[in-house]
Every structure is written in C-alpha cells, then in structure tokens.
C-alpha cells in the first residue's frame, strides 16, 4: 500500500512550509489537507458571570494558548474590567508571552513563560506561590493541567472562557484519503456522527492516549499512535508508518489494553506506557482488542 493524501484535523497553518507536515510532503511526495474537526467558541458575557468570578481578585493569570489571551481580554472589555499594571502573566511558551503585546504593553509587565510544555510552566509557577492564580480553560479541558496546580498546593480558580464543538465536516471526502490524523477525543466523537463506518483504505492516527481510547471506544482500527518512546511527534510516528507501508512491511493495529488502574497502547509489541498492577481480581479475565493487519 503507498500512501497519497493525508487529512489532518486541525486549521491549516499560515505557511505550509513552516509546518512539520512539509518534512512527510518534501520525503514521499505526499498531498496534506488540512481540516479541523472542532472549533473553539467564547463563551458569552451572561455565562461569564454565572460563574461569580472576580478576576481583580487575582493576582496572576495563567495562558496555555494564544486562544486563552484573546477570549480573557475579549470579555475584560465587554464586562469592563480594567486589568491593572501589577497583574501578573505566566505563559506556557515565549511565543504565548509575546502573543500578549496584542493587548499589553509587554516590557511594562511581569510575564513569565515555560519553554515548550505546561510541566515547564509549573515549575516556575512553584516559585510564586504567593500568588493567586487565575486559570482560564476550555470546555471540555485536560484534567492534567488544574490537577498539576492541585499537587503542588497552589492557590487558583478555574474560569471557563470557552467550549470546544464539533465542526461542520460535510464538505470533507475521507474516502479521498490514506491516512486521517486527530488530536483529541471530541475530534474521534465528530468522525464517528458522519462517518460511522470507515473505508477500508483508511488509517487512523491519534495524538495522546485519550484520543487513542475514544478512537478503538468508537470501534475504529488505531494504525499510529503518538507520542510513544520511539516517535516523540506526530511526524515521527507517521514517518515510521510510511515508512515501513512502502517497503512492504506488515504493520499491526495499535492495541489497547485497559484495566481498572492502568492504561497500555501497544504498538509493534511494545508498550508506551509503565504497567502498574491491575485493580481486579486475580482470576479475572482480560480481553485485549485483538490485533489485526494494517
């Protein structure tokens, strides 16, 4: 089997060229569309309210996403809240922190920002515990990221800025394709409304162990999975994938095996993720999702 097209499920970037998809596009001659199956709403200013929050009660802001930046100032205008100068800003990258010079006078303000992931970010969050953190969040969001404020004892408050639908996907033919690519679970929930039953060329790949489960939870065949030891990104994993199809080479499903108390993606025979000991009876059976041929 050669692969021919790929659908990614997230917007296009400004700049294909610049985007790591060009590396799989330049190596194998590829085409890469481009289609996000979710959209990310702000919420209204009636809703805002109803949460009964007071940003001026906080001393700190926390942005995991330029999304995060526009929606909190966006509704700081509509509802008149005027942020002052000693309010404080900590950032999941330096690009977040300077996507803040849209609504701030950047070199005026204490800003802070991680170097790539929001585990970055704690770290120094955990030097400043004397502040009072405001987290704005999507709608669903990663349990993971308040749960890690939670651990270290931090003081903050959860405000829902915006909820994550499902997009309009009439338009996309994913018979036209070899490969379709996701990154979250509401994503995996939109295929499933309009696409129930997939064609048989196609394979599924997905970032992140919950977007893994809801794909095999929805009755898809899993052929990639990231991040795993071996492919760290999306690329890495799809260039392996590739790779491996047009030499020939027989690649196995991803299989999941799920307990009470561990989670195992398996893919080649490996495991991605430490085995701890299940929470179930030692007589119990498990069934694993068999692995078929990709």
Not at 89 to 103: D, G, N, P, R, W
Not at 217 to 234: C, H, I, K, R
Request: proline fraction near 6%; hydrophobic fraction near 40%.
């Amino acid at each position: 089997m050669k692969i021919n097209r790929i659908l990614v499920s997230q917007p296009a970037p400004a700049a294909i060229e610049r985007s790591p998809f060009q590396e799989l596009i330049s190596k194998y001659g590829i085409t890469v569309d481009f289609h996000p199956f979710i959209r990310v709403e702000r919420v209204s200013v009636k809703e805002f309210r109803s949460q009964l929050i007071d940003i001026l009660a906080h001393s700190a802001v926390i942005f995991t996403n330029r999304s995060s930046v526009d929606h909190f100032f966006q509704i700081c205008e509509e509802t008149w809240v005027a942020i002052p100068g000693t309010m404080k800003y900590f950032c999941v990258t330096e690009a977040v922190a300077l996507y803040l010079q849209k609504y701030i006078v950047y070199r005026k303000r204490k800003i802070f920002f991680g170097k790539s992931t929001f585990a970055d970010l704690v770290d120094i969050m955990a030097k400043h515990k004397e502040e009072k953190f405001l987290l704005p969040l999507p709608d669903p969001h990663k349990p993971e990221i308040p749960a890690s404020l939670e651990k270290l004892k931090l003081k903050f408050t959860k405000l829902i800025l915006s909820h994550t639908v499902s997009n309009d996907i009439s338009g996309v033919d994913i018979k036209n394709y070899d490969i379709a690519v996701f990154y979250s679970p509401l994503e995996i929930s939109t295929l499933k409304s309009c696409c129930p039953e997939l064609p048989e060329n196609l394979r599924l790949a997905t970032f992140g162990n919950g977007t893994a489960v809801s794909a095999v939870d929805n009755g898809f065949n899993l052929s990639v999975m990231a991040p795993t030891p071996e492919s760290p990104s999306m690329v890495n994993a799809l260039d392996s994938f590739i790779k491996k199809l047009h030499a020939g080479e027989k690649v196995d499903y991803v299989v999941i095996n799920k307990t009470d108390s561990d989670l195992q993606i398996k893919q080649d025979g490996k495991s991605t993720a430490k085995k701890t000991k299940p929470a179930v009876s030692p007589t119990a059976k498990k069934t694993p999702i068999k692995s078929k041929s990709a």
